[in-house]
Every structure is written in C-alpha cells, then in structure tokens.
C-alpha cells in the first residue's frame, strides 16, 4: 500500500489517492472486470474531502481567506464534515447551517469537528428567510471574509475531481477503464471525473446513477425540468430536485435510476460478498452496475470502475438497522420481489 510505513504532516496529506479495489464475488456473473473506487479511504470517509480541501486551497490561492475567516455551507451530510475538518487544520471558524430533519448523530459529529451549527426548520420554502439556504446566505453577507462554498453551484467542485479523481482512475487502470459508473447528486464528482477521463480517451461510457422522485435523468435526456419527478425518497446525497450547475450533462452518457430498497440491499451485499462496509449511495451505484450487467451491457473485456462516495458507519441507525429496514418496508414481499438482482448476484 501506497501509504504504509509513511508519517504525515497532518491529516489533511491524506485526503485522495484513495485504493481502487477488484470487486471479486458480487459481480461474479457478469462479463467484464469491476473495480470499485473507495471514497471511504479519504480521512474524512468521503469523497467530500476532496473537494472541501480543494475548494478552500483555490480560495487561499486567489487571496480570499486567511486564518480567522469564516466557511459557510449548508449541509449535514459529509461535506459538513469534510469542511469543518479542513476548517480544524488550517485555522478557520466553521458554520453549517443544517435542515432541522438532520439526525442528532450528525449533528453531535459536525460540533465535535468544531462546526457552528444552526438548524434550520426544514418544512419550509427554499426562499423563506428562515431556510438553511437564506441562513447561509444571509450569515455569508453578514460576515466580513466569509467564504460560501455553495457545492451544488460551484464549478470548483467539479474541477477538484478533474484534478485528483480522474487522473487517479485513468493511472490505477492504465488506461484501460471502458465504463465509469458514479452517482450524481451535485454532479461534481462524475462530471470532473468524467472530463478528464473522456479527454484521454472518449469511448468511455459514463453512466450516471439518479433516484427515482428525482429529475436529472428526466432532464439529462429531455432538457426538460419536470416538476412532476420529485418526490420524496431515501437515499440521501444521490439525485436532486433542482439542476445543479455544478453537473456537466454533456459528459455523461447516461442516467440509471435505482430504487431505495434495491440499493439498500445492495448495500448490505457488498459489505456480505467483498468485505466492504460502505454507505447507501455505494450500494446505489452497485445496484446500477447490477442492472446494466443484467440487460448483458458488459463484454468480456471491460474495465468497469464503479464509485464508493462513503462509508458505512454513517448509515448506522439506517439502512444497517433492520429495525429501520422493516420500517420503510424494504423486507416486506413486495420489495422481496423488486429486489430482483439479490437472487441474481447470491
Ligand atoms: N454519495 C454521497 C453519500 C454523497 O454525500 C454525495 C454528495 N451529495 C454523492 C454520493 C454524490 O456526489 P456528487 O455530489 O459529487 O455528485
């Protein structure tokens, strides 16, 4: 390993070149060979890290912050968490503004990585004055040096994976990577990944992975934002009621969508078959792999590269409490039977 035996300055050394690893039993029926990407390798256990460090560098470059000044975002999930630590390391004052749905887990996680956290009453409009987007807003005009790193809107997002994520995926596979799969949500990892990966060779497929009650898929193929696709499901930080800027359509071929339950047990299956304990929206792409690799989109001498975002402890009192499980019904018959490829992939 890349890393073994070496000493560190601080954690922040460690964010990206995360292991790709060959998925050995869960994709043993499909032609082709997989590999997953492992976000979850990253000190903050998430993909996130890369783009919080590479973010608040570009912003040190260009004169915008010093020590002392203040980052704002709006967000529980784990860019909250890989920004407050960035925010620990170089010496700046950390504020999330939350939804009040976040759990009290991340919560407690982000005040523990030294975030001032404000939460927000979620059951209200976007432009309410009292929304964590309009908090964010307003406490970023409020405070002199703020930086608001505005991830589903900031074209940084996808440029910290064009830099890092692509590069590594293009080296790790020789060159050889002919699928990339990945989930959208503010679309900064596939599009930055897909960019530098179709630069050097522009056969590669990009397959993108939406949820259903989400409209990038609808709008990837029509142009057409449809209001009528939304609405609520579980897997959080995959698909988006809104379009992103931070999403580049052009680069990817195509949109999979995955159901809650399906990709919730998929989940569950990867840490049973390969030993990896990895979060929801892991089993989401896997769960696209799995699909593609049932409607026989795979040869023989494909090289898949599937993307990990995060690890599972994060999902603990989720989709790896069977507790929860029952509760949304994800091992009743009905979803037995929509869970089609777990049968296939035993
Ligand atoms: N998985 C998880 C767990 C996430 O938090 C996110 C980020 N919203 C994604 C996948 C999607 O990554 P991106 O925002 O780069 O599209």
Redesign the pocket.
Known sequence: MEHKNQVFDNVLDLVGSTPLIKLNKITSQLNGDFYAKVEAFNPGH???DRIALYILEQAEKQGFLKPGDTIIETTS???GFSIAMVSIIKGYNCILAVSSKSSADKIDMLRTMGAKVYICPANVSADDPRSYYEVAKKLHEEIKGSVYIN?YFNKL?IDA?YKSTGPEIWEQTAGKITHLVA????????SGTAKYLKEQNPNIQILGVDAFGSVLKKYHETKEFDEKEIYPYRI???GKNLIPTATDFDVIDEFIKVTDAESAHTARHIAKTEGLFV???SGAAMQAVLQLGADNRFSEKDVVVVIF??HGSRYMSKIYSDKWMTEQGFFDSVNKKTVQNIEYIK
């Open positions: 998430s993909s996130k999930g784990n860019t991830q997002n994976h989930c959208s949500g503010t679309g900064g990892t596939i959080e930080g995959l979060g929801y929206t975002p995060d």
